[in-house]
């Protein structure tokens, strides 16, 4: 199972009389996950897809940048642990528009901007995930594993 452990400081009370004053509230949010001892992931790929990725803004209100290539990839845990998927190097198989082979490997560090901790739950938990690339994969099948 996975938590959110927030903390949220209040704000005090500062005296006004004093001139300007800046006051910092903080505010945390920390993933905690429990499994049982001993248990482990086993996560396969259950579909991936090419799509359109629509990248997000730069900053709120701002326009949308313009769609690209991506792919999106549906992951099933059937083991008893979670997984952290942007831990793991992603390697992405199939053909692109033409045909011919392509491949993608993405690094644990682009993984994390995009998706996160990548947390997929055990007992047959469900994540749908989607990526973009430089080059957009054909209509064929695309396969997707993972390396360490």
């Known amino acids: 199972r996975a938590y959110y452990l927030s903390v949220n400081q209040l704000p005090v009370a500062v005296d006004q009389a004093g001139g300007a004053q800046v006051q910092v509230v903080y505010h945390m949010k920390a993933l905690v996950v ?10 396969t790929t259950e579909s991936a897809k090419p799509i359109d990725y629509q990248p997000p803004a730069a900053k709120q209100g701002d ?16 083991g008893r642990r979670h997984a952290m998927m942007s831990v793991l190097r992603w390697v992405i198989e199939g053909t692109d ?16 901007r995009v998706i996160g901790s990548g947390y997929v739950p055990g007992g047959n938990g469900v994540r749908t995930y989607q990526l973009p690339l430089a080059k957009a994969f054909g209509p064929g099948p695309i396969k997707v594993k993972f390396l360490k």
């Open 34 to 43: 429990v499994a049982p001892p001993g248990a482990t992931p086993n996560v």
């Open 63 to 78: 326009p949308l940048p313009p769609k690209v290539p991506g792919v999106e990839i549906t992951l099933k845990n059937t």
């Open 97 to 112: 528009t033409e045909g011919k082979p392509m491949r993608f490997i993405i690094a644990p560090e682009d993984l994390s």
